[in-house]
Structures are given as structure tokens and as C-alpha cells.
């Protein structure tokens, strides 16, 4: 079956035929699933987005018309088997149809799409006609509907203009001349569409019509708003005056290659890397390979602006793939040298930028790891001399990227996220402006702060719509399972139960994205031992779990919940110390625990000392991502069986 929003809500059997949704409750609790993209609506919020005054009854009645839904969209479900479309998931609903079965989310990835390539033309075009009127349009009076309607209603005019702007770049577009014009008719404030409509009329030939409705929006604007056309109108006029080669067809490939220039490559590359999941593998791919073809024609300037032009915001403090990031390391390294103390400070504060952002790997030696910090504080320093911000919000990734040099460091990455969203903001730089709530959000979670958090998650699932973050709600999904676990300890709280199928919920989501190995890899089990931590429970001891580079730090816990102590003592004083990234606090905890369970009073002295400056902090908190509870238990268990002499 197939579910359209795009109009009045409706759903089609594969033939073409009406389902029977039944009546307009049923059609809105549809609806209000399908506007949440697949996650989980709490039974209060469904209740609250229902009715503006919720009955007595309220929840029976919804549960009564989800039943009804359930056996309208599966009506061949077996008696007393559990649905697959619209299931019961923790304290709410949600529904699991294949995006391309919604007609909202296939307008809304053909967007995206088309956005990155021009390949994705025939898509979008498809997507724009599936509108049938306003979305949700017979939900007229639910305020989530009228939400979802502003902003889908502005991805559709978006929509409009990229389909035109790609029409006019392939080299056609004159037969747009009236389309457009309807389109600056209904909606005068849009910019970007005169400035289509202008180049449309243009490529038809009609070179006096374009500087005269340029004339007209300025006069528009400064009549009714009291503004100047902005950079963009005011070059295409002159660039119509002057007839200007930059109004003809652009010659671009679009795939990266041999016949791109490295600068144009890694330029693709930053797009496909802001994209994620497969596109970051390939970003990182073609981002390697142009920094290698700069360096091949000798061209040391260059070279420095293809490695510095990749300046894609960076969270997590693993890299993904160790070889490449040493081989940009390099590159960057060999770059600086070549360009002497006397070089541009921009190029040289990027190449320190690019340093600082790519030595996260946990096998950085003590040398290697002390030049990266250097770097960020020197690419910090030189871009707050330019006065450039967009220099700076990437010389200040690295430096928050570089800030996890020991435990208990949360408020200074607190500083450093509520910088980079400030500049973001102020700035108009919003991949970064995510960025800083990413930070925020993960240094709240260390604090214990999960209101704070939760803000900070919701602004940046509301950036990410429009910067096409495709990680963030998955990175989002996950702080919600390491909240709900936190609160599974608490009375009257969420079930631990529920706390592990949000977990499981957020590990399949990671698993789709691909594009993060550093990420992924051992998280789910970390999750899942952190959780039975807080029950006071054993680890978790199925063989299936993939602890992936925790297993060092979570073997001995493993051990003792097989009743196998020797084997956890000896696996324990093999314990290395933790890498320095978003887990110490975690990884320094699990092993206070072991050594307090075991009796090791050397190792949990060890352990002891690394925590006490993050005791006010919460374990596995930093990440965002899980928790272990408090820091300030283990430590108290460490420091109990240090003294016990």
C-alpha cells in the first residue's frame, strides 16, 4: 500500500484502490505518524495534538482508533500477531512503511537529490506533481498540521526554484518564462525567483524583459520592505548588461574524476560529506584523491586551499578511517612546511585547522597528539585575527575536537559548542550552527543536564531539515535512548525494557546510515552494559554482542557475569588505559568497577585518580549517545577499595 499526505490524507492498495481509513481521528492519528518520519509520537503528545481539550477518555479513544487504523493498513494480519505497520513502540506509535511508500518523504529525498546532482532532475519532477493541494489539507484545524504545512509548503517553492535553476544550468529554461512569472506573481518576496525568472527571460532572448523585472523586484523590495536586492540580483544584473559568459550553460562534471580539477573534487566532496551516509564514504574517497592530484602538479598554494576547503563539521572524536585521516595529517604537514611562516595566514590557519580536526585517531603517539593541540590553539589564534568566522568555527571544531585530553572536561566543550552555534547563528553558517547544538547537547548529557539536552536536540532536528543533516536525527534518536535509560532508575520512570528497544531502535538507524565505523562499531553493546549498570545488573553475556573496541575495557565485567573471576582479575590488569575521546569517563568507570568487584586496589586507585575531576559528570555522557549513571558512584567504589587496606 501507499500513503499520500500531499493533498487530503488517503492511502492506496497496490492496485490503486482506497483503503478505509475510517473517519477523521483515524485520517489525523495516519497523518501524525506519517508527519513524524517514522519515529515514536508519545500517546500524549497524540492526545494533546488531537484535541485542544482531550476528553475524559482521551487515550481509550485513541487506542480505539489505532486499532481500527492497524486493521485498515494490515488487513491480512493473523489474529494475535504483533502488526509490522503501525506498532506499539515504548510509551507511543509509530509507523514503519518504506519511505517510498509516503508520498511526503519521497517529495522530501527527491529534494534532496536533486540538491546534490543534477542527475536527479526526472525525481524531483515526479515528486512536484504527486502535490495535490495543500498537505494535510482536510487536517485544517490541528496546530502540528498547520506546522507541517509552512514547512512543507516551503520545500515545495524550494523545490519550484531548484528544478528551474537546473532546467536554466543544463542550458535549457526559456519555455519556463510563464511558470515563473506565476510563481514571482503568488510570491513577491522571494528573491531567488526573480532572479530565475530574469534568467529565463534572458535565455529566450528577451534581454530587456530581464533587466525589467529585475527593476520591479528592486522597486518591490525597497517599496514594500524597505531593502536593497541582495548580492545575488545585483549581479545578474550586471552581469546581463555586460553579457557576461557566466550567464551561459556551465560545462560542469558532475561526477568526481580525472576531468575535475582537485579544487573542484574536494568542493564535491564537502557537499557529499555534509550528506552522510554513503556519500561520506565516497567523500572521503575523492577528498583523499584530490588532495593527492594538488600535490602531483607542485602548486603549493593550491594544494593548501583544496586540503583546507574541506571543512565539514566533525563530532565525533574517532576517526573513521585512521589511514586516510594520517595521510591528510601529512599532506597538511608537509603543506605548512612548503609554505614557510611567511604564507597567508588564511591558508596556513585551514592547514592547522585540517590538522587539529583530522588527529583523532586513538593510536596517536604522546608527540603526535601534542602537535594536533598546538595546531588548533594556533589555528584558533590566527583566525581570531582575521576576523573571519567562518575560519574560525572550523579552527574551533578542532579545538573542541582536541579537548579530550583527560576526563571531566564537559563545561570547556560547553564553551566551546555555545561559541561555535553563536558564530553559526550570527553568521549564517548553519552546518556549524548544528554543530554547536551537537556539542551542546553532548556536554548537557556529561552534565546530567537531559532538559537541556533535550532542547538542544530538538533545535538541532530543526537545522537539520534545512542543511540536509541526515546523521542528526539518528545522533538524536540515540540521546533519547540514553534518556530514557536514565530515567528507567527513577519511580514511576520508563521500563528498562523500554530503554533497550530505544537503544536497539537507534543501532538500526546507525546501521543504515553506513559512513560511520568509529561511531558504530561496539556501541549497541556499550549501550546495553551501561544500562544493566544502572539496574545493578551483570553485563550482558551474549556472544553475539559486538563489542567492537570497547571489548579490552568491557571483557572483565563479561567474565564476571560468567562466574569466572580469575580469568576478569588477569583480564584486568591487561586493561589499557582508555583513548582520550567521548567514552573515557565511561571506559575509566567500568574498570573502577571491576577493580572495586575484584579487590584490585592498585588498579582501582589508577582508576580513581583519572575520575575525580569528572565527578560531577555522568559516564558515557559525553557521547551523547549512553550512560553509565553517575561518574561519582564509581568513583566512590574505586576510592572505597583503594583505602581498604
Known amino acids: 500500500m501507499r500513503i499520500d499526505v500531499l493533498g487530503a490524507v488517503r492511502a492506496l492498495n497496490d492496485d490503486g484502490t482506497p483503503v478505509d481509513l475510517g473517519g477523521p481521528r483515524h485520517r489525523e492519528v495516519l497523518a501524525r505518524l506519517v508527519a513524524a518520519g517514522g519515529r515514536m509520537v508519545a500517546t500524549d503528545t497524540l492526545v494533546d495534538d488531537l484535541w485542544a481539550e482531550p476528553p475524559v477518555r482521551a487515550v481509550g479513544a485513541l487506542r480505539t482508533f489505532v486499532a481500527a487504523l492497524r486493521r485498515a493498513v494490515e488487513p491480512g494480519r493473523p489474529p494475535r500477531t504483533p502488526p509490522r505497520v503501525l506498532v506499539t513502540e515504548g510509551p507511543g506509535y509509530a509507523l514503519r512503511l518504506p519511505r517510498d511508500t509516503v508520498d511526503v518523504h519521497r517529495f522530501e529525498d527527491a529534494l534532496v537529490r536533486a540538491r546534490r ?30 506546522r507541517e504545512r509552512t514547512r512543507l509548503e516551503e520545500l515545495r517553492l ?43 527571460l534572458h535565455r529566450a532572448g528577451r534581454q530587456a524583459d530581464a533587466l525589467a523585472t529585475l527593476r520591479r523586484a528592486r522597486t518591490m523590495l525597497a517599496d514594500q520592505l524597505g531593502l536593497d536586492p541582495g548580492a545575488g540580483l545585483r549581479r545578474l544584473e550586471t552581469d546581463i548588461l555586460r553579457g557576461a559568459t557566466t550567464l551561459q550553460p556551465p560545462r560542469t562534471v558532475w561526477t568526481a574524476g580525472v576531468r575535475l580539477g582537485p579544487r573542484t573534487t574536494v568542493e564535491l566532496a564537502r557537499t557529499l560529506a555534509l550528506a552522510g551516509g554513503d556519500a561520506l564514504i565516497h567523500s572521503r574517497r575523492d577528498r583523499l584523491a584530490a ?47 612548503a609554505l614557510g611562516t611567511d604564507s597567508p595566514a588564511e591558508l596556513r590557519a585551514r592547514l592547522l585547522a585540517t590538522v587539529a580536526v583530522e588527529s583523532r585517531s586513538a593510536d596517536l603517539s604522546a608527540v603526535e597528539r601534542r602537535r594536533a593541540g598546538q595546531a588548533a590553539r594556533e589555528a584558533e589564534a590566527l583566525a581570531r585575527e582575521l576576523d573571519d568566522p567562518a575560519l574560525l568555527v572550523f579552527a574551533l571544531n578542532g579545538v ?70 541526515l546523521l542528526v536525527p539518528v545522533l538524536t534518536g540515540w540521546f533519547r535512548a540514553r534518556a530514557t535509560a536514565a530515567r528507567s532508575t527513577e519511580p514511576g520512570g520508563p521500563t528498562a525494557a523500554t530503554a533497550a528497544a530505544q537503544y536497539r531502535a537507534a543501532e ?74 567521548h567514552m573515557q569517563e565511561a571506559l575509566w568507570c567500568l574498570t573502577a568497577h571491576a577493580a572495586a568487584r575484584l579487590g584490585e586496589r592498585p588498579v582501582a586507585a589508577r582508576a580513581a585518580t583519572a575520575l575525580r575531576a569528572a565527578r560531577t559528570e555522568h559516564a558515557g555522557g559525553a557521547s551523547g549517545m549512553l550512560t553509565l549513571g553517575p561518574v561519582a558512584r564509581y568513583l566512590a567504589e574505586a576510592e572505597a577499595c583503594a583505602d581498604n587496606r
Open 117 to 146: 546532482t543534477p542527475e536527479a532532475l526526472t525525481d524531483l519532477d515526479a515528486a512536484l506533481a504527486a502535490w495535490r493541494g495543500p498537505a494535510y489539507a482536510d487536517v485544517a484545524g490541528s496546530a502540528w498540521a498547520q
Open 158 to 200: 524550494e523545490g519550484v526554484e531548484l528544478r528551474a535553476r537546473l532546467l536554466l544550468d543544463s542550458g535549457s529554461g526559456a519555455e519556463l518564462v510563464a511558470e515563473l512569472g506565476a510563481h514571482v506573481t503568488e510570491h513577491p518576496w522571494r528573491e531567488p525567483a526573480w532572479g530565475l525568472l530574469a534568467r529565463a
Open 291 to 337: 588532495v593527492q592530484a594538488a600535490e602531483r602538479t607542485g602548486d603549493i598554494a593550491l594544494t593548501a586551499r583544496v586540503i583546507g576547503a574541506y571543512d565539514v563539521p566533525a563530532l565525533w572524536s574517532r576517526a573513521d578511517d585512521p589511514d586516510q585521516s594520517h595521510a591528510v595529517v601529512a599532506a597538511a604537514e608537509r603543506t605548512l612546511t
Open 400 to 469: 573542541f575536537l582536541q579537548s579530550f585530553t583527560r576526563p571531566g572536561l564537559a563545561t570547556a566543550r560547553d564553551m566551546i559548542g555555545s561559541e561555535i552555534l553563536d558564530l553559526a547563528t550570527r553568521h549564517e553558517l548553519p552546518d556549524f550552527a548544528v554543530l554547536g547544538r551537537l556539542i551542546l547537547l553532548q556536554s548537557a548529557s556529561a552534565l546530567g543536564d537531559l532538559d537541556a539536552a533535550t532542547a538542544h536536540a530538538e533545535a538541532a532536528e530543526q537545522l537539520a531539515v534545512s542543511t540536509e543533516a
Open 508 to 581: 538500526d538507524a546507525l546501521a543504515e546510515t553506513a559512513g560511520m565505523p568509529g561511531l558504530h562499531r561496539g556501541l549497541f553493546a556499550l549501550a546495553l552494559l551501561g544500562l544493566r549498570l544502572l539496574h545493578d545488573r551483570p553485563a550482558p553475556t551474549d556472544p553475539a554482542l559486538d563489542w567492537g573496541p570497547y571489548r579490552p575495557r568491557t571483557h572483565p565485567l563479561v567474565l564476571l557475569a560468567r562466574n569466572r573471576d580469575e580469568e576478569a582479575r588477569t583480564a584486568l590488569t591487561m586493561t589499557p588505559e582508555p583513548p582520550l575521546d
